[in-house]
């Protein structure tokens, strides 16, 4: 499922195809779920002849804007991708939505498993403004951070994949920060030391601009799995916990543990994160 480094990795790659500034010719749906709220007739007359002004990533949404005061955020879920191709490559199923550029070219999206949406809006704020802050955020110092985790009482790994308190955080990269901080996925949010709170943003964004710079992160081969520009992710070979039930610990070679947080499977050393004694009922 793609998370923030492989929602900017889209949008860097449709940026750097030049899509900003391209104009949207015309749209065909050939599943109308995919776009929200409007019908896919009405959506389609809305986006026909409206300029790409910019395109860029707000937590796991990609923006586009719009010219007359118009967006499109996308949310790609389980399996969407955008693919920029030439009209006459050939098309396939589980392209849901195509956008026909003035530039000749397509904007094509395709998801597998249908979960991904395309919202047109005049008020992107409805959806934007539910977000928490960006990891990236240069307002979000350690310390406002670990100050916004000791407000709450919750399973840290379960706080940080809500969205509405960080957005762009999802199963994977949460698993590789708790891991690179030492933090242990359950332990009570309002029980971390406030230097490991902070110690947990740096290695967020630590393990979030790695995958970045790996262009995401593909764990399988089939056309479900994330793809952008054509090529799939490299950061696999740079997870640590993530996936390695089992395989030993890189920092101290015990076998990794699984267990399932707020319904995902997680990750991590029994031995590098531990949980704080307040909460142990041995002890
Ligand atoms: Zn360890």
Same mark, same amino acid.
């Given at each position: 499922m793609p998370e923030l480094p492989e929602v900017q990795t889209v949008v860097n790659d449709l940026r750097s195809a030049g899509i900003e500034g391209d104009t949207i010719h015309s749209a065909a749906i050939t599943w109308e779920n995919t776009v929200r709220p409007l019908s896919a007739a009405q959506f389609v007359k809305e986006v026909c002849g409206r300029r790409i002004e910019s395109i860029r990533r707000r937590g796991k949404y990609i923006v586009f804007s719009l010219d007359r005061g118009a967006y499109l955020l996308t949310h790609l879920r389980m399996t969407g991708q955008y693919e920029l191709c030439a009209p006459k490559q050939e098309t396939d199923p589980h392209v849901r939505v195509e956008f026909k550029l003035d530039s000749d070219r397509q904007l094509r999206f395709h998801d597998t498993r249908k979960f991904g949406r395309i919202i047109f809006t005049r008020r992107p704020g409805e959806v934007l403004d539910k977000l928490g802050p960006d990891p990236f955020d240069p307002n979000l110092t350690p310390v406002k951070f670990a100050s916004a985790v000791h407000k709450h009482a919750r399973q840290i790994k379960a706080l940080l994949l809500d969205q509405s308190f960080l957005a762009g955080l999802?199963?994977? *990269?949460?698993?590789? +920060?708790?891991? +690179? +901080?030492?933090?242990?996925?359950?332990?009570? $949010?309002?029980? &971390? %030391?406030? *230097?490991?709170a902070e110690e947990l943003l740096l290695?967020?964004?630590?393990?979030?601009?790695?995958? &970045? $710079?790996?262009?995401?992160? $593909?764990?399988?081969?089939?056309?479900?799995? *994330?793809? $952008?520009?054509?090529?799939?992710? %490299?950061?696999?070979?740079?997870?640590?916990? *993530?996936?390695?039930?089992?395989?030993?610990?890189?920092?101290?070679?015990? +076998?990794l543990e699984k267990i399932y947080v707020a319904q995902r499977a997680s990750y991590f050393c029994p031995c590098c994160q531990t949980r704080s004694h307040h909460e142990s009922s041995s002890k």
């Amino acid at each position: 499922m793609p998370e923030l480094p492989e929602v900017q990795t889209v949008v860097n790659d449709l940026r750097s195809a030049g899509i900003e500034g391209d104009t949207i010719h015309s749209a065909a749906i050939t599943w109308e779920n995919t776009v929200r709220p409007l019908s896919a007739a009405q959506f389609v007359k809305e986006v026909c002849g409206r300029r790409i002004e910019s395109i860029r990533r707000r937590g796991k949404y990609i923006v586009f804007s719009l010219d007359r005061g118009a967006y499109l955020l996308t949310h790609l879920r389980m399996t969407g991708q955008y693919e920029l191709c030439a009209p006459k490559q050939e098309t396939d199923p589980h392209v849901r939505v195509e956008f026909k550029l003035d530039s000749d070219r397509q904007l094509r999206f395709h998801d597998t498993r249908k979960f991904g949406r395309i919202i047109f809006t005049r008020r992107p704020g409805e959806v934007l403004d539910k977000l928490g802050p960006d990891p990236f955020d240069p307002n979000l110092t350690p310390v406002k951070f670990a100050s916004a985790v000791h407000k709450h009482a919750r399973q840290i790994k379960a706080l940080l994949l809500d969205q509405s308190f960080l957005a762009g955080l999802g199963n994977i *990269y949460c698993d590789e +920060a708790l891991f +690179a +901080a030492g933090v242990h996925p359950l332990e009570n $949010s309002r029980l &971390i %030391e406030p *230097y490991k709170a902070e110690e947990l943003l740096l290695q967020i964004r630590t393990v979030l601009r790695q995958g &970045i $710079s790996n262009r995401g992160t $593909s764990l399988g081969e089939g056309e479900t799995n *994330y793809v $952008s520009g054509g090529k799939r992710g %490299e950061n696999r070979k740079a997870l640590r916990v *993530y996936g390695l039930k089992g395989r030993p610990c890189p920092r101290c070679g015990t +076998a990794l543990e699984k267990i399932y947080v707020a319904q995902r499977a997680s990750y991590f050393c029994p031995c590098c994160q531990t949980r704080s004694h307040h909460e142990s009922s041995s002890k």
